[in-house]
């Protein structure tokens, strides 16, 4: 039907045209935001490209338990007070990470055994680990001597906080982010230095500050996402995050990274180099994983590789609370000292008990090589001779030095300082030959072992308690090239 009253044709046509621009969005390519308040600056977010996911709702897998802010409980039954939701478990978990490794030791923290939901408990203080094993791919080895010590330190970090800010994430997500690192700062216990890093296809140093009010300012110079929006560079942020770290000797440098997406626009492809780069300089990595859109793989090797720590959270209630254990995680933790068993080794496993008997489990992929293990030979008091379980530990020994027939031993025994120096250093001897026989009885070839006794002279920990004094009655292997 022909409209002839052009006043009316006039009307029909806004109507119509107003119809359109309510049902067709103004950026199809853009994040979903709400409308923003009309008293409030609209706010500029770059076009979000197609291949990044976007995923207005979070989704949560069935079954999920959110993690808390965290807590120690003395007594695992006390949790049903603070959180009617939470039933103690009968395993816990904990976490290695921020290794060190020197030529004899490996120094490793500990997290307290914890349920991930913000609940922490303490080791049993006699024998908190009744296992350690060093794996590989052929053989698996114990760790039967180490120092498990508990400890509470508030020296200050320089944190560099790396937020992905790409268009998957969203405005609404964004904020929440920037609030939850606002909140777990500050109600930090220790004042940490903080860098911060935002990006998307670009990279946004932000500032730097040790100053709370200051970096409250940092946070919020951009809100949300507010000039980002585009692809994702995990690559370059890390790469950022750790020139951000450079020269500050006065913090240990540590590096927190959250994304929830896939590497999909980094100038700098050696993911590799990178990471090489973070080894060198010492700095840890911890990774956060958000949603099922993240990639996990990636970032748990990132974690992995530095030795630092994976999360995988689904739901934007859990920024906060992830933080506050992130930051908890570095002042309370227990240290661990032992000296390896196995000179290859692929990942490190603990089982332990808290302090009310419940039973603990963690692990850590430690992939490497030591040039010096202690045996786990335990001879009886005042004897030289290897029983059948001393046996089995040298002949793992034989078959390492068969399948890699470049190499060299030598066998050096330690005592206690228990009896005369002259005595020990008689005893320490006839050990260390003892292994080398069972060496060659093995099929080694005697020229490439040689035995060594150092008596007390060369004590691994004070000889003040016995657990001490066992751990200075060793055998100690080192590796050489022929």
């Given at each position: 039907?022909?409209?002839?009253?052009?006043?009316?044709?006039?009307v029909?046509?806004?109507?119509?045209?107003?119809?359109?621009?309510?049902?067709?969005?103004?950026?199809?390519?853009g994040?979903?935001?709400?409308?923003?308040?009309?008293t409030?600056?609209?706010?500029?977010?770059?076009?979000?490209?197609?291949?990044?996911?976007?995923?207005?709702?979070?989704?949560?897998?069935?079954?999920?338990?959110?993690?808390?802010?965290?807590?120690?409980?003395a007594?695992?039954l006390?949790?049903?007070?603070?959180?009617?939701?939470?039933?103690?478990?009968?395993e816990?978990?904990?976490?290695?990470?921020?290794?060190?490794?020197?030529?004899?030791?490996?120094?490793?923290?500990?997290?307290?055994?914890?349920?991930?939901?913000?609940?922490?408990?303490?080791?049993?203080?006699?024998?908190?680990?009744?296992?350690?094993?060093?794996?590989?791919?052929?053989?698996?080895?114990?760790?039967?001597?180490?120092?498990?010590?508990?400890?509470d330190?508030?020296?200050?970090?320089?944190?560099?906080?790396?937020?992905?800010?790409?268009?998957?994430?969203?405005?609404?997500?964004?904020?929440?982010?920037?609030?939850?690192?606002?909140?777990?700062?500050?109600?930090?216990?220790?004042?940490?230095?903080?860098?911060?890093?935002?990006?998307?296809?670009?990279?946004?140093?932000?500032?730097?500050?040790?100053?709370?009010?200051?970096?409250?300012?940092?946070?919020?110079?951009?809100?949300?996402?507010?000039?980002?929006?585009?692809?994702?560079?995990?690559?370059?942020?890390?790469?950022m995050?750790?020139?951000?770290?450079?020269?500050?000797?006065?913090?240990?440098?540590?590096v927190?990274?959250?994304s929830?997406?896939?590497?999909?626009?980094?100038?700098?492809q050696?993911?590799?180099?990178?990471?090489?780069?973070?080894?060198?300089?010492?700095?840890?990595?911890f990774?956060?994983?958000?949603?099922?859109g993240?990639?996990?793989?990636?970032?748990?090797?990132?974690?992995?590789?530095?030795?630092?720590?994976?999360?995988?959270?689904?739901?934007?209630?859990?920024?906060?609370?992830?933080?506050?254990?992130e930051?908890?995680?570095?002042?309370?933790?227990?240290d661990?000292r032992?000296?390896?068993?196995?000179?290859?080794?692929?990942?490190?496993?603990?089982?332990?008990?808290?302090?009310?008997?419940?039973?603990?489990?963690?692990?850590?992929?430690?992939?490497g090589?030591q040039?010096?293990?202690?045996?786990?030979?335990?001879?009886?008091?005042?004897?030289?001779?290897?029983?059948?379980?001393?046996l089995?530990?040298?002949?793992?020994?034989?078959?390492?030095?068969?399948?890699?027939?470049?190499?060299?031993?030598?066998?050096?025994?330690?005592?206690?300082?228990?009896g005369?120096?002259?005595?020990?250093?008689?005893?320490?001897?006839?050990?260390?030959?003892?292994?080398?026989?069972?060496?060659?009885?093995?099929?080694?070839?005697?020229?490439?072992?040689?035995?060594?006794?150092?008596?007390e002279?060369?004590?691994?920990?004070?000889?003040?308690?016995?657990?001490?004094?066992?751990?200075?009655?060793?055998?100690?292997?080192?590796?050489?090239?022929?």
């Open positions: 039907m022909l409209i002839r009253n052009k006043g009316l044709f006039f029909v046509c806004l109507i119509i045209f107003q119809g359109c621009a309510f049902i067709m969005p103004r950026n199809p390519g994040p979903v935001i709400e409308s923003p308040n009309p409030t600056q609209q706010l500029s977010f770059k076009t979000r490209p197609a291949i990044e996911p976007f995923d207005p709702v979070d989704r949560t897998p069935k079954g999920y338990s959110n993690l808390t802010a965290p807590k120690i409980i007594n695992p006390a949790a049903l007070k603070i959180d009617t939701t939470f039933i103690p478990k009968i816990y978990n904990t976490a290695a990470y921020y290794i060190k490794k020197i030529k004899k030791e490996i120094n490793i923290r500990l997290s307290y055994p914890t349920d991930w939901k913000g609940n922490y408990y303490k080791f049993r203080k006699s024998v908190p680990l009744s296992k350690i094993e060093m794996i590989n791919e052929k053989d698996t080895c114990y760790i039967a001597k180490y120092t498990l010590t508990e400890v330190d508030k020296r200050p970090y320089h944190i560099s906080m790396v937020l992905d800010h790409s268009g998957s994430m969203g405005h609404d997500r964004c904020v929440d982010l920037q609030d939850a690192v606002s909140m777990a700062i500050k109600e930090s216990e220790t004042k940490n230095k903080i860098s911060l890093i935002k990006f998307d296809s670009e990279i946004s140093f932000e500032g730097k500050s040790k100053d709370s009010a200051e970096i409250q300012k940092i946070l919020y110079q951009k809100t949300g996402m507010e000039g980002f929006g585009g692809a994702t560079s995990i690559y370059d942020a890390l790469n995050s750790l020139d951000s770290l450079k020269g500050d000797t006065a913090h240990r440098p540590l927190i990274l959250f929830d997406g896939y590497e999909n626009s980094s100038k700098v050696d993911i590799k180099g990178v990471v090489a780069k973070a080894k060198a300089m010492n700095v840890p990595v990774t956060i994983a958000f949603g099922g993240a990639d996990e793989q990636l970032l748990k090797g990132i974690a992995n590789e530095t030795n630092g720590l994976f999360f995988l959270i689904y739901d934007r209630s859990e920024f906060k609370d992830l933080l506050n254990n930051l908890f995680l570095l002042n309370h933790y227990y661990l032992l000296l390896p068993c196995s000179f290859d080794y692929d990942k490190i496993r603990f089982e332990g008990f808290t302090d009310k008997g419940n039973r603990v489990t963690g692990e850590k992929f430690m992939k090589l040039e010096t293990l202690a045996m786990n030979l335990n001879f009886d008091f005042d004897k030289t001779n290897l029983n059948a379980k001393n089995e530990e040298v002949k793992k020994i034989a078959n390492y030095l068969k399948s890699n027939s470049d190499n060299n031993i030598i066998i050096t025994g330690h005592t206690d300082n228990a005369t120096s002259d005595y020990n250093l008689d005893l320490s001897i006839k050990r260390a030959e003892a292994v080398k026989r069972a060496l060659v009885n093995f099929g080694i070839d005697q020229k490439r072992v040689q035995a060594f006794g150092r008596g002279s060369m004590p691994y920990v004070p000889n003040d308690t016995e657990e001490n004094r066992s751990r200075n009655r060793r055998i100690e292997i080192e590796l050489v090239k022929k």
